[in-house]
């Protein structure tokens, strides 16, 4: 019975792992077969889905004293599979279903693009685990793989919206490519990216507060196609925080590391 407690933390891990195995199987076109919808979209929306629900593992072991070693591990599994290969398989199969000509002529560059994200991704949850953990409490090292798979997600069901896979002889074809190097890069740069947590300034927590609340509902109702404007408010904040959090980051850099030094020999003390 002692080790009941652990259920509801694992649980809601296991549903990440699913809603990221779930995004594989739509963007490949294995559940096309039984469900007449958008499997590029229906892909993407499980990835989201798995970026909102993504923190509820963790605070359900806080709210019932129930971390664990093999908790912390079933968690980087799942973002693995949610924010590393769903997204990576989204954005390659994708360009195979919508443009199969431009599919065969650059499939070289896809899957060492691809091999690149997947690996990054996989270095920067291990990373994560073995360094940073318990290193730096107010700053991401690196872009967290939550981001880089929402950020690839909507992307692609943004561009896909606007009729870009149409449109092969554009070199705007390149973007979603381009994005997922680069997000994948970002994954294991020394960068720093400050977290989402209540700060001095109350009306910059109020502001946060109302972000965060309507990126949710946002999020939610993303595999809607007759609400407007929710794949713009996504993309337009993401990449606001990623520009503006790195360029903090950045510019804090030196203090970061420093705090972080001081931090372990308290520690250690």
């Not at 979209?41 to 798995?50: C, D, E, Q, T, V």
């Not at 994560?128 to 872009?143: E, Q």
Request: charged share 15%.
């Amino acid at each position: 019975m002692g080790k009941s407690r652990f259920i509801l933390p694992n649980a809601f891990t296991s549903m990440n792992f699913l809603l990221g195995v779930f995004a594989i199987c739509w963007t490949t076109g294995a559940f096309s077969t039984f469900f007449n919808v958008d499997s590029i979209r229906m892909g993407a929306y499980f990835i989201i889905l798995s970026v909102l629900l993504d923190k509820l593992d963790g605070f359900a072991a806080r709210l019932v004293n129930a971390s664990s070693e093999f908790g912390a591990q079933f968690d980087s599994l799942a973002d693995l599979i949610a924010f590393g290969l769903a997204p990576a398989f989204t954005v390659f199969f994708t360009y195979k279903t919508l443009c199969p000509d431009w599919f065969q002529a650059n499939g070289v560059l896809l899957i060492v693009t691809f091999a690149i994200y997947v690996l990054c991704a996989a270095m920067r949850l291990a990373k994560y685990n073995a360094c940073d953990s318990d290193t730096y409490h107010h700053h991401f090292s690196g872009l967290p793989s939550t981001f880089a798979g929402a950020i690839n997600a909507i992307l692609v069901v943004f561009l896909k919206s606007k009729g870009l896979f149409e449109n092969t002889e554009s070199t705007m074809i390149f973007l979603p490519v381009f994005v997922m190097l680069i997000t994948g890069i970002l994954m294991v740069s020394p960068l720093f990216l400050p977290k989402l947590q209540p700060r001095r300034n109350q009306l910059f927590n109020i502001g946060q507060a109302i972000l965060i609340v309507i990126t949710y509902i946002c999020g939610f109702m993303f595999i809607s196609e007759k609400v407007p404007f929710i794949l713009e408010y996504l993309l337009i904040l993401c990449s606001s925080y990623l520009i503006i959090g790195f360029t903090v980051g950045l510019v804090q850099r030196k203090r970061i590391i420093e705090n972080a030094e001081k931090n372990k020999i308290e520690e250690r003390r």
